[in-house]
């Protein structure tokens, strides 16, 4: 089958056309051929964060979201049911594989590259959002990175559960985050940018929910801490600081966390039921899932979504359509 994957050589990835072996799947598993692939950043920093990549990600396939037809069933799943989820096998080729648990029917009335680029960036926003509380106590939330694939689900999940939303982003896409629902826009690209300010005065916010800060950008902590109230949480995709993100790796495995106080780094809690209530949300109308640019798979579709995505640039979902 055709397929990108990961390289022997780290943080590079190879075009394969037809020649990769279709993945058969385990006991608890469907194969399903893929329709499309949502890209995330994890998709091209996962090389620079796994310890020897080279030999760990040697010909995984890219990609983690994906919308695709059953073609061996397990339980509930028969052939031919159009599911989405996370593989954590790869998605970029023409099959892939993925555990039962961790995918849901496209519902009729969702079109199949919405639904590709749904499941990693709302379980995220869904996952921090019930992390701050926010899901049984709404109050005012600061979401950093709004207009990007995580911060455009943070904005309507957290006003559906009735929190009042500062949104950080640029002028540019002030217009797409007022229209998912957001309270106050603050442009970042403005001279002299800095918190507090006038619209987001000290002490004014329960939580903050940065999707932006990491390595290889600012440090948005340092700045947001003083709009922050006393007690608020910060919740965050990333952090700029090693060991925040060694000490949530190793929380994940234990019983008890290990993150500073007050702050929290989160990765999407993926399952069926959740996958499903948001699909239904996205059928209702009440979840929207911004696509900036459907490319094809072919090996300059799937470089240029990786591209599009080092820019940090992306308004929403970039989403390769494995049917083009």
């Known amino acids: 089958m055709k397929a990108f994957t990961y390289s022997t050589k780290a943080g590079e990835m190879a075009w394969h056309d037809g020649d990769f072996k279709i993945p058969k799947p385990g006991r608890s598993q469907v194969q399903v051929k893929v329709l499309a692939v949502g890209m995330n950043p994890i998709d091209y920093k996962l090389p620079h964060m796994v310890p020897f990549s080279s030999r760990v990600l040697r010909n995984r396939l890219v990609g983690f979201d994906f919308s695709g037809e059953v073609t061996i069933p397990n339980g509930e799943f028969k052939v031919g049911d159009v599911v989405f989820g996370v593989t954590m096998k790869g998605s970029l080729g023409e099959y892939t594989i993925v555990d039962t648990n961790r995918i849901a029917r496209v519902p009729e009335g969702m079109e199949y590259t919405t639904a590709a680029g749904l499941a990693s960036s709302a379980c995220t926003a869904l996952t921090g959002l019930r992390k701050a509380d926010i899901t049984k106590s709404p109050g005012n939330v600061l979401i950093i990175g709004a207009s990007g694939g995580v911060g455009c689900m943070a904005v309507q999940l957290a006003k559906s559960f009735g929190a009042k939303v500062w949104a950080v982003c640029s002028d540019k896409n002030e217009k797409l985050v007022t229209s998912l629902g957001a309270d106050q826009v603050l442009d970042y690209t403005k001279p002299g940018f800095t918190f507090p300010n006038e619209l987001c005065p000290a002490d004014s916010i329960d939580v903050v ?40 790796i190793l929380s994940s495995f234990l019983p008890f966390d290990l993150q500073r106080s007050g702050f929290h780094m989160v990765t999407a809690d993926v399952c069926g039921e959740d996958l499903k209530t948001l699909a239904g949300m996205v059928v209702k109308g009440e979840l929207k899932m911004p696509i900036d640019e459907v490319l094809p798979f072919t090996e300059e579709g799937c470089r240029k979504a990786l591209e599009m995505l080092r820019s940090r640039r992306v308004r929403g979902k970039v989403v390769i359509d494995m049917m083009k």
């Open 209 to 248: 929910f940065d999707t932006v800060s990491s390595p290889e950008d600012m440090n948005y902590e340092v700045l947001v801490r003083k709009s922050l109230k006393s007690g608020g949480k910060y919740i965050a995709t990333n952090s700029p600081r090693g060991f925040d993100v060694f000490r949530a």
